[in-house]
């Protein structure tokens, strides 16, 4: 028999050789209790949450978390079906509703989460003949709808407006093209000149898709994303977003104005064969949606504390993915996997939580330490973060 | 020289730069195996065979390019397309 796990033996020899220096495991941290948005219990210790992507702290939201049991008691567990089939249910349709008047758009499709948005949308807009031509640092989620529709694809190089330009001009002009691009990248939390790319997109004849993932409910007056605040939501074709990250929940979805948008429900395949989310899902996901569109003193202490948090680090003396606080993530770039192993776990000792990230997921084979704040920390929790972060960086030698 | 010859000449300049181990390099050289390039160099690598040529090599075609005569030859496909 030919062990089809063979192949992983690289990745385990690598795991056990980081694990043997007696290293938590970065990837199987358990929380054993979560006290709020930003504070959690692991390992019995009490630590600070600064890596969870919760944005605008909904979790614990009074409203939200009531919204969710009213609707788990008045329509169960669960919808064990398909949206097209029997999952479709009322606080489905509401979301959507929240959802288009969060966007001021016209459609809304709710996916069972934010991967399979992206790859149900992508695989499904852009086919065998069509061209999806995208930021090489996307998500994995883009790659794979890109695979699983069998497009042509095209990489440019990470946010560079002519790369883009160039490669769309060497396109044959009749065909499909799909311009895949992200509010904010991730890993480094960087913002796309999305009003360059989406021009040069448009002038080429393509559609454009953005992923507001990590922008929803904080940038752009009303909260829309990286494509508002730059002025250009109006020319995009379609925003994809996430309900796991500033909704608090999960879920995913696609706002569109195409006026042949609803179709895309019977043609979808991650859309069609696989069960709908939970009644208490979608109520907590609406009501959330609903809240972030007054969300303006938290969205103002959020940008606050990513501001203070960038500045103090910077200060510290720590390598950072960008120069200036562009988003609500900040990435503290590490020497090497090693150092950044080291450095993650001395930050967990000391009660702070923060994402180790490595390659495949990182650009340029980086290790980062990527922290992304929460409108819940308060002043005196991100003083707490920076002292954490200099005695393990000054304890890994990190810092001087 | 052949059409042929020259795009590989040209294609062998193009490496040269890339080619930060000294590594000798022809025809059958693979790029993955005995450059060890990783993506961002491939990425950055491609975007010059790209300009160079003013072609467009799609990650499709990149998945199926392994060696130097390859590419060559892809180029040569692809510029006859035009």
């Known amino acids: 028999m030919n062990d089809l796990l063979a192949k992983f033996d690289p990745i385990i020899e690598q795991r056990e050789t980081l694990l043997s220096t007696g290293l938590t495991d970065p990837f199987g941290l358990v929380m054993e209790r979560v006290e709020s948005p930003t504070v959690a219990i692991c390992n019995g210790n009490r630590t600070i949450l600064l890596g969870t992507y919760n944005y605008m702290g909904m979790t614990f939201d009074a409203d939200v978390v009531a919204a969710g049991k009213k609707a788990l008691d008045e329509f169960g567990s669960g919808t064990t079906g398909s949206r097209v089939l029997n999952g479709t249910y009322q606080g489905h349709k509401e979301c959507e509703a929240a959802l288009r008047e969060f966007y001021a758009m016209d459609h809304a499709m709710v996916f069972s989460t934010g991967y399979q948005a992206n790859l149900g949308i992508i695989s499904t807009l852009a086919g065998k003949d069509d061209y999806v031509i995208l930021d090489v640092d996307s998500h994995a989620s883009i790659y794979d709808g890109c695979a699983l529709g069998n497009a042509q694809i095209v990489a440019f190089r990470h946010n560079d407006v002519d790369a883009l330009e160039k490669r769309l001009k060497r396109l044959p002009q009749e065909t499909g093209k799909l311009v895949v691009l992200e509010g904010v990248y991730s890993m480094l939390g960087d913002v796309a000149p999305l009003k360059e790319m989406v021009a040069v997109s448009k002038a080429a004849g393509a559609m454009v ?72 899902v979608v109520a907590t996901a609406t009501t959330s949606i609903r809240k972030l569109m007054h969300g303006g003193n938290k969205r103002a202490h959020l940008i606050e504390n990513s501001k203070r948090l960038h500045g103090g680090l910077k200060e510290l003396g720590f390598t950072l993915g960008t120069d200036q606080p562009q988003s609500a993530i900040i990435a503290v770039i590490m020497p090497d996997l090693e150092t950044g192993a080291a450095m993650w776990q001395a930050l967990l000792n000391e009660g702070l939580y923060v994402n180790l990230a490595r390659p495949p997921a990182t650009p340029a084979g980086m290790t980062l330490l990527r922290c992304s704040l929460c409108a819940e920390h308060s002043t005196e929790q991100v003083a707490e973060i920076l002292g954490k972060f200099a005695i393990a960086g000054r304890a890994t030698g990190c810092i001087a | 020289m052949t059409d042929r010859d020259q795009s590989l000449a040209r294609v062998l300049a193009i490496i040269e730069p890339f080619n930060k181990k000294g590594i000798e390099v022809d025809e059958n050289t693979r790029f993955a195996q005995d450059l060890e390039w990783d993506s961002l160099t491939v990425l950055d690598f491609v975007a010059s065979v790209e300009d160079e040529f003013d072609v467009l090599i799609t990650m499709n075609m990149q998945a199926e390019i392994e060696t130097v005569g390859q590419l060559v030859d892809s180029v040569e496909t692809l510029s006859a397309d035009k």
């Open chain 1, 209 to 280: 898709l953005v992923d507001e993932a990590h922008s929803m409910g904080f940038i752009g007056e009303n909260g829309r994303g990286v494509a508002e605040a730059q002025g250009v939501i109006d020319d995009v074709d379609f925003i994809i977003g996430t309900f796991s990250k500033s909704v608090g929940t999960v879920g995913g979805f696609c706002v569109s104005n195409h006026p042949k948008f609803e179709i895309l429900r019977l043609v979808c395949r991650p859309y069609v064969f696989t069960a709908s989310l939970p009644p208490s």
